[in-house]
Each structure stands twice: as structure tokens, then as C-alpha cells.
């Protein structure tokens, strides 16, 4: 008996799919279940014509989406924050931040869960992944820059941060001792 299942049946197919099964495994099991119904002529080609929509759409949906990561590839996006002397922001640059600024300048809608960053606390150079359609992710270069200034050569970032640390490995260490007395 020929069935169109409606939903994944182990060892018997995936939803969708026109398969043959015994008649009595289907009266009994399959179709009480709603796991799968007749497959008459009509609903056949009705399947048949979905699938076909779906694998154009699919097709259509991966080459726009080769196109948009082209575009974010060549794309560097500039932010103005407010920074202290040592380089760490006052506040952070989130991934919703980095979407509204690609629609913004690319005019291109981007999920904001997509953005592989959960924030940026400190200026500098970023190159940061976006994933566009499956299979197809784009790097996306952010510049953090403090407000009203240039962005400092990589090695005085470097020294910037290593100094910031070295600052607070020091408070914890002098807030350490009087912890335990």
C-alpha cells in the first residue's frame, strides 16, 4: 500500500516521502498514529509540486545569500564609543549594534543571533563571523574607535590591554590578603 509519510518513521522514510508498506502496518499502526496518510494521485503530485518549490526557493535563497556575504566580506564597519585612557569602553558594542549599523550602511537585515560576538569592550581591529544562510558564513571587520580620536597602532593595544590587566591582578591580589584577615 503506497502512503505519503507526514512525519520521520524510522527504518521506513522521511516526512514527505511516497513509500510502500504492508497493508495491515499501516491501517495499524501508521495512519491511527497520523504518521502518514493515503497517498492518492492528487496529494502525490500535490508532495511532488512542494518539493519542487522548496528545492527552487532553497537554490534561490543560497546564491542571495553568496551575494550578501560577498557584500559583508568587503564591508568594515566603523564604531565612535566613548574609551577610557586604557583603551575598555564605557558600555560595550553588542551584536544588535553591529545589525542596526549593517542595515544602516548595506541595507541588509541580519539576525542579530547570527553574529558570532557577544560584545566588545575594548577598542581595536575585529574581524567577526556572520552566519548568512546555512553553509554560507561572511567575516564582517569591525573598528572600534575611542570618540573624537584615531585608532592606536596594534602594539599600544597590546601594551593597553596587558596594563589594564596587570592593574587588576593587582587589586585582587592587595584585596586578597585583607579577605582573610
Known amino acids: 500500500m503506497e502512503i505519503i509519510l507526514l512525519k520521520d518513521v524510522e527504518k521506513v522514510g522521511l516526512r514527505g516521502e511516497v513509500v510502500n508498506v504492508a497493508r495491515g502496518y499501516a491501517r495499524n499502526f501508521l495512519l491511527p498514529r497520523k504518521l502518514a496518510e493515503v497517498a492518492t494521485p492528487g496529494r502525490v503530485a500535490e508532495v511532488k509540486r512542494i518539493d519542487a518549490e522548496r528545492a527552487r526557493h532553497e537554490a534561490r535563497s543560497a546564491e542571495q545569500a553568496t551575494d550578501v556575504a560577498a557584500t559583508l566580506g568587503k564591508t568594515v564597519l566603523r564604531f565612535d564609543v566613548k574609551a577610557g585612557p586604557t583603551g575598555s569602553l564605557f558600555g560595550s558594542v553588542t551584536s544588535t549594534d553591529i545589525a542596526d549599523e549593517i542595515w544602516r550602511t548595506r541595507k541588509i537585515r541580519v539576525d542579530r ?20 544562510f546555512e553553509g554560507v558564513t561572511a567575516e564582517l571587520k569591525l573598528l572600534v574607535v575611542p570618540e573624537g580620536g584615531e585608532l592606536p597602532p596594534e602594539e599600544e593595544l597590546a601594551a593597553m590591554e596587558a596594563a589594564e590587566a596587570q592593574a587588576a591582578a593587582e587589586a585582587a591580589a592587595a584585596a586578597a590578603p585583607a579577605a582573610v584577615e
Open 113 to 132: 543571533r547570527k553574529i558570532g560576538v557577544d560584545s566588545i569592550k575594548r577598542i581595536g581591529r575585529y574581524t567577526i563571523t556572520v552566519d548568512v
